[in-house]
């Protein structure tokens, strides 16, 4: 979907307005059993569009109570999350057992195979990010665990974040798909960092010095993935912590240093091939790190099941 989608119940009947905001929602986000306070005199205006992987909306209705049941779940395919921003007034969330309420300036992630129940008593404005789970786990280690936390977004990374999901929707109809495109993958790496940087302040199952150090060297292994010669042993001297303590860091995320450096090389250079044409694959091999095209070509064609070349000539055939 390249082109925005507007809908209002004002064009609606008012004896059909639930319902059909009910069906357009669905369509949107999630099949959701919804409850209105005035079913009749309910008002509601929804905006959406694709920016890449990344879908964005903005909705802005009279208050309603939205509910994500079991039923709704039987038959989903995919793994997705809404990343939720009420701009007039709170919204209260439940799911996976907790409650919680976020402000304006904040927002919250839903996780889409799980039940919940999203509502606001008061008109509201919100935008909505939906971002498939594979999309978002590339990003940040274990998502999940930020589902029913809010997120403060009103200063650092998290208030860029929330500022440019602004600037996009505002100006959404007159990106080009490339820009689309573009400010999508933006988007994703800022929502990554966002979250990287509050996790220290999320429960998780790991003790408080363990989650510092797996953020200290995350965010090492971020900043220099261009270095052909980073290794555990950089990595472990430059977090000050033992090479030993380092691999045993890695067992509570289901994987290796080696693994996450290479990992994290391989998605930073399949975007790279999607932002610019000019650029050869053996040039974006050698600039992330890897030992040649050939050894570049093998490790993503087993993680994106699809060549390099592939992966280029399809991204500019169908940049939208």
């Known amino acids: 979907m390249t082109a925005a989608f507007r809908f209002s119940t004002g064009a609606t009947e008012p004896q059909h307005r639930s319902s059909k905001w009910n069906q357009v929602v669905s369509e949107a986000y999630f099949p959701l059993e919804l409850q209105f306070r005035d079913p009749v005199r309910f008002n509601g205006e929804l905006a959406r569009a694709r920016l890449g992987h990344v879908g964005l909306s903005r909705l802005t209705s009279d208050p309603a109570n939205y509910e994500r049941r079991r039923s709704h779940i039987r038959d989903a395919q995919d793994e997705e999350y809404l990343i939720t921003m009420p701009r007039a007034t709170s919204v209260e969330f439940r799911q996976l057992g907790r409650d919680v309420r976020c402000d304006p300036g904040g927002f919250i992630i839903e996780r889409g195979d799980e039940p919940y129940r999203f509502l606001y008593e008061r008109p509201n404005d919100l935008y909505v990010l939906k971002v498939s789970r594979k999309a978002l786990a590339e990003r940040v280690r274990q998502p999940d665990r930020f589902c029913a936390r809010v997120i403060d977004a009103t200063t650092g990374t ?40 509050a996790s220290n302040a999320c429960e998780s199952g790991y003790s408080s010095v363990r989650a510092a150090h797996i953020a200290r060297v995350e965010k090492f292994i971020r900043a220099n993935l261009k270095d052909p010669n980073l290794s555990p042993d950089r990595i472990a001297d430059a977090c000050g912590i033992s090479k030993r303590y380092l691999h045993d860091l890695f067992k509570d995320v289901n994987g290796t240093v ?27 091999a050698y600039r992330f790190g890897f030992a040649d095209q050939a050894q570049f070509s093998r490790l993503f064609k087993a993680k994106f099941k699809t060549t390099p070349s592939e992966f280029q000539r399809n991204a500019f055939q169908h940049p939208g």
């Open 158 to 197: 998290a208030g860029l974040f929330a500022t440019m999901v602004s600037q996009a929707q505002s100006q959404i109809d007159d990106l080009t798909p490339d820009a689309r495109e573009t400010i999508g993958r933006q988007l994703l790496e800022l929502l990554g960092l966002a979250l990287n940087d």
């Open 258 to 284: 080696s693994q996450q450096i290479r990992d994290q090389r391989l998605v930073v250079a399949r975007d790279r091939l999607q932002a610019s044409r000019d650029l050869s694959i053996s040039e974006v």
